[in-house]
């Protein structure tokens, strides 16, 4: 399985970025698919996941300002980022969940100035 990242960049606080997610190779039609992100100094954490089911769950730190919407004929998320913090800059990953198998996306970096 990869998973191709593409979307961040620099954007000054209340812009909007959009981020999305294609998974390739032996991907099951049961899966979790979605974001974290690492800010320097921090842990990993979780921005938003999307099962194939269609359940969603996001942090409380990006609910009402973030989006996450999948295609599930394309293997494909999308992180739809409004009303950007400097709180929100970091590195941020795409995440496959699928069985006992976790895969990760490079990384892409989302930078907010104030």
């Known amino acids: 399985v990869q998973l191709q990242a593409s979307g961040g960049g620099l954007v000054q606080a209340g812009g909007s970025l959009r981020l999305s997610c294609a998974a390739s190779g032996s991907i099951f039609s049961i899966n979790t698919m979605g974001w974290y992100r690492q800010a320097p100094g921090k842990q990993r954490e979780l921005v938003a996941v999307a099962t194939s089911g269609g359940s969603t769950n996001y942090a409380d730190s990006v609910k009402g300002r973030f989006t996450l919407s999948r295609d599930n004929a394309k293997n494909t998320v999308y992180l739809q980022m409004n009303s950007l913090k400097p709180e929100d800059t970091a590195v941020y990953y795409c995440?496959?969940?699928?069985?006992?198998?976790?895969?990760w996306g490079q990384g892409t970096q989302v930078t907010v100035s104030s």
């Open positions: 995440r496959l969940d699928r069985g006992w198998y976790i895969y």
